[in-house]
């Protein structure tokens, strides 16, 4: 069986490929270069992106001995991901760019490629199980689990994946790496987004949609408390970076409770106001029943909570066992059944809003 | 392995390999005035006069390099340096459009870092630039003329002798970038008219790292290296004996087989063109069908991208090339195809494969068994418009 290992620098995929290897499959190594020019993405240790990672990749994949190829999807992130992360933040919501890397580049673009180069499957590092039922499952490492990233996979997509990683921690996989002679063993992770170079993700957005002044506003009172420069640099949940100079009446924290992009007005509020109940989710990809009783997670990293999920006319509806806060329009649903060999995914939605049984949040 | 990619680099001819561990086992630096250095010293002349007598010029023109890039560099930004310093009014630059990046990038540098004014001489549709082009734009101001002998992409010879002609008549030194003419084309210095002339070690059977730039006595040139004076105070540090012993043997031993290698390597090109068109009928062959180097054969393969059909022939055991490449190792539309009025579709479609001194028949069979399966899925890959839009 061919297969093309996706290798971006790192030491999960540098592992992910050697562990391919060994298991008798005929492995091709691919960095994918996804900037339009690379100095201006997250350098050194941290990112995928730079003509640094461009090397380690490299140097992995001699050390494995297989082939390795640089294949240039700029302009395909630059569209799909990188496009449409500014897009979203304009119309109030809040992207995971790794979710839509994973839908539309990883293991659309790349697999397609590879399918029809006459591979069998695309292997990558994630910290993911799929099991021999072809269903998607939570890594073995609760701590690095990224199947909530890659439950946007359609069965046709799962089924042309390889995940050699799930059943490992990541110190498991740091320690392979070092035993196997991977340089990039002690590289530290990546984190936050791979073509926001310094981390200021509002920064990079003011440099991209301009500054657009507006109000922030009481939820409660509609009282006008301050002004902010672009209301994409806001997230639903935010606590800090309000810049309010009033405090709240019952001296409590004020918190992001929604952007309003037509008005272009951030409105705030105490915690309390920020709990939700029912979630609604958009293009919704789902396997299980419906509607079932399941785990829900509704940010990467976040923690579940119990609900009764009902998908159908192309929407998903989350009754939600007990309040959550901070859910923001944008991020993705994903709905796991509980099990002690690796949660099962059983599909996912995009949040298109949220609402608590005391009014809209 | 299948070995198709001679334009990158060759094989070392075992007398080569020979003379470089001979003379990599004394000690002795060329500029000693002890016995070792005058070894050393001698052994450095005689490969100096090796390297003149079989690129007919004189041994006080060679100039020992670390290579082709730089033996580039020095021509471009030195002859440029030294012509403007003599006359403030020099600042032109003319250059062909299908340069190696060795002169492009050279070129681009001093336009927008020495305040150079370039004139880029286009090519027709096989890459060939016409003297005419030459002629309208040579001016009092013109610093230097560089434009390569043969293309090392798509492998058009150039009208050096008549271009150099053009140049010469106005008192404007023409620097030819002959690395892939060498061994494969006859080359002769004092008979072409060129004032500088690139010459690489392993694009002809010599070692890496060593290359010379013939350069004419009354040539100005300012230094790129400054140090201990080595090269007509031109080219600083110390001799590399052995590589330079090693890059004159390989260039003797190239240019006396030139001749033979031209019939033989050319047959076999010839050869593998008729059949590639076999496999695939709709391959369009790049460059000049005949004006074009021995060892070299640039196809497109409508609906394929050269990055995928590199890939499947490398998993096949042969090793061609896209032509082009850059440090992330992204390919790159060629800009020599572009300037031939190709699109960009083609440019990305193309494949090159080059013959050298080790190329039998046997390789031109594994080609063609491997190439239309190759095209077959690299053409499905294309369809997916995966990479991009």
Known sequence: ??????????????????????????VTGVHLALSRNPQTYRSGARGCCTLEDARDARRAADVIGIPFYVWDLAERFHEDVVDDFVAEYAAGRTPNPCVRCNEKIKFAAVLDRALALGFDAVVTGHHARRDAHGRLRRSADPGKDQSYVLAVLTADQLAHSIFPLGD????????????????????????????IADGDTRGWLRSRLGEQPGDIVDGATGEVL?????????????????GLDRPAPDGKPRYVLSITPVSNTVTVGPAAALEVTTVYGDRPLWTGPSPVSVDVQLRAHGSVVPAQVTVSDGRLVAELARPVRGVAAGQA????????DGDIVLGSATISHATSLAGVA | MTYLDHAATTPILPEALEAYLAASGAVGNASSLHAAGRHARRRVEEAREQVAAALRARPSEVIFTAGGTESDNLAVKGVFWARRAADPARIRVVAGSVEHHAVLDAVGWLESHEGATVSWLPVDEVGRIAPDALAEVLDDDVALVTAMSANNEVGTVQPVAELAALAAARGVPYHADAVQAVGQLPVDFAGSGVAALTVSGHKLGGPVGVGALLLGRDIPCTPLLHGGGQERDVRSGTLDVPGIVAFATAVEISVKAQEAFACRVGALRDELIDRVRAAAPDAVLNGDPRDRLPGNAH????????????????????ACSTGSACSAGVAQPSHVLLAMGADEDRARSSLRFTLGHTS???????????????IERARRAGLTKSTRR
């Open chain 2, 299 to 318: 196809f497109s393969f409508p609906g394929c991208e050269g990055d995928a059909l590199l890939l499947l022939l490398d998993a096949a055991g042969i």
């Open chain 1, 1 to 26: 069986m061919r297969v093309l290992a996706a290798m971006s620098g790192g030491v999960d995929s540098a592992v992910a490929a050697a562990r391919a290897a060994d298991a008798g499959y005929d």
């Open chain 1, 226 to 242: 301050g002004r902010h420069a672009g209301a994409y640099g806001y997230t639903v949940g935010q606590r800090k970076g309000l």
């Open chain 1, 168 to 195: 490992s921690t990541k110190a498991q996989v740091r320690a392979e790496a070092a035993a196997r002679g991977l340089a990039v063993a002690d590289k530290p992770d990546s984190h936050d987004i791979c073509f």
């Open chain 2, 360 to 374: 039998t028949q046997a390789d031109i069979d594994a080609l063609v068994a491997a190439l239309p399966g190759a």
């Open chain 1, 333 to 340: 649903i994903v709905g796991y059944q509980p099990d002690p």
